[in-house]
């Protein structure tokens, strides 16, 4: 067979989804929930590692990229954190417990857990970015392998946060600084004023400590002005990492709608290289710099 | 060294190939000089297609079953399309199934095509033994050599008792492609382009400029041998059953990368042609595939109703090349 030709051993890939079960969801922010899901098979899938995604197929609506806020136990149960927004997630918000599903996973790059180990590690979350962090924070608080630890978890308003039981639980452990850019006195509770980036300076003198490590998921914004900020204040971008949402179809690197242009001018598909992106390899040809 | 046969009529070749292969002739004309309006890449991967059936119970996959065919006279630009679709799709098992099924007959070229430059991008007009079964050229003197390259391509002709042709021919055959690749017209500016996208040298104003002129619609990426972006959805049957179907999709269109929030990464249409000609040229694309991504066909400069082909966009940023690039 010529060199060129197709190279027989090559191991295919599977495009259909196995088969998991709708268990019970509960509300957790405006036009959110987290869904349980139980896949049919327990052992359709590898085990994830924290900020790895899956795809969830709502038979007759499509498919489209979640990531898992925890991982597949040994039932094959786990969870998943939607917000309401397109046509696939407002499919799946019409269906009911028992209702079947389709599952693939798990996809794409995790968070640098190795990284971590004694390290200072600040997490920002903004929004919906919570949830690809928030299966990391619970490994990283259970194995405390990190020097030090704070989370920022950045809201537009109080109605949008998520995932309040966790922040509560992670609140026992760590510091964690809620911020909110629009609040009344009441609503305002213990969060502070502001967006993340407003307070970061704030938030680095109340923490009394500079982090060695900063895990940033949220807008785009929020992500590319935060990144700025720690590099303008001596950070290494290679300190820093992101997690990018983009639209996936297939989650192997095939259907070319994740495409992302790193500096280098090199390709990469963002459900196959990515969603955890170093800085460094980023900017600053894809990101649009904050004016 | 490849063997080479003398064969005195493609009927000859077709009728015995038809007893094992269905036979589908992309060219109207074997041996005309222009390639055909449409790629063969839909033979392998399907314009539209169906992934899997849900029925209720369980996702069923649906793979192609195509009876062995054989793609019969298939010039140099589409073959080297092919093996590069062979290598992005290689763990694609719907592009497989069609693939496995295939025989590929080649058909040098020996005269320049109207929007043709195979010879700059190193993907024709003489077929390359890599990327096809068996080769096909007319022979000025009557008739045409047939050169097997594969196994496969042995295998298939089989049976046929043709006299082998010494080394004479090809090396006739070489002078041939040869005259053929000095006839083709100064393509300089295709040099000076691709520097110039390789290096990142264009600006995002003259990207802009161009996008102005992409209509967004997909009449480059559709014709394009080696575009393989594709969308998908789900489709109901009458008898409840859902399928997943995947369809060609274009990079160019202003919807491509818009999510449900409508966050859009590329919402200017320069970035959007700036990033369809970086994934043509660039070369950090040739690292992965061992070769650009653009293999000279010349469809995108026949059928762009904004002018914004390839000759049309390597003229107008050969400038940006670094003098010492020409």
Redesign the interface.
Known sequence: ???????ES??????????AELLDFVDDGEATRRYRFRLRDPNAMATPLPGQFFML?V??????PFTFTTVPDREGIFCGLVRR?????SALFECRAGD?V?VRGPFGRGWPMEQLAGQRVLIVAGGCGLAPLACLIDQLIAQRPYRELALVYGARQRSLQMLDDSRQRWAQQVPLFDTLDTATEAELGGALLGTPLELMDDILLRLGWVPDKVLLCG??VMMNTLACFFVERGHSPRSIWLSI???M??A?G????????QH????HYVCRDGPTYRWDSLQPV?VALPE | MMSCYLLDTLERLHSHLARVYQIVQPLEDVGQSAPPLVSPKGYFFAEQEN??V?D??????TLPQPPPFVLFGVQSCDLTAI?YQ?????????Y?AR??QALLVGIDCVTPCEHGFCASVDAGPGV????ADLILHARPEGGWMLMV????GGEAIRGMELDQMDDTELRARDRRIDDCIAAFPDDSHLHRGIAAI?Q?RVPDQQWQQLGIQCLGCSGCTTLCPTC???????L?EDQGD?R?Q?FW?S?LYES??????Q?N?SEEAGERVR?FW??KF????AKTF?RYGCVGCGRCEQTCPGVIGVHSVMRRIADYAPDDDV
Do not use: W
């Not at chain 1, 038979?59 to 489209?64: K, V």
């Not at chain 1, 927004?85 to 997630?89: A, E, P, Q, R």
């Not at chain 2, 209720?56 to 996959?61: H, I, K, L």
């Open positions: 067979m010529p060199r060129t030709m197709m190279s090559a191991e295919l890939l599977s495009l259909t989804p196995s088969v197929s038979p007759g609506a499509g498919e489209a927004v397109g046509s696939v997630t079947l389709g807008p785009e949402e983009r639209r179809h297939c192997v095939l259907c070319g709608h994740c495409y992302l242009t280098d001018l090199s390709h894809h | 992934l899997f849900f209720g119970e369980c996702f069923r996959e093996a062979d290598q992005f799709f290689a763990r694609d098992p719907y497989q693939r496995q390359k033994a890599g990327c390259c594969s196994d496969k390789s990142g393989s972006c594709y969308g998908t959805r789900d109901s859902i997943r995947r999709d990079c491509f990368q818009r999510e449900a929030s966050h990464p990033r970086t994934h660039g070369d950090n694309f061992g």
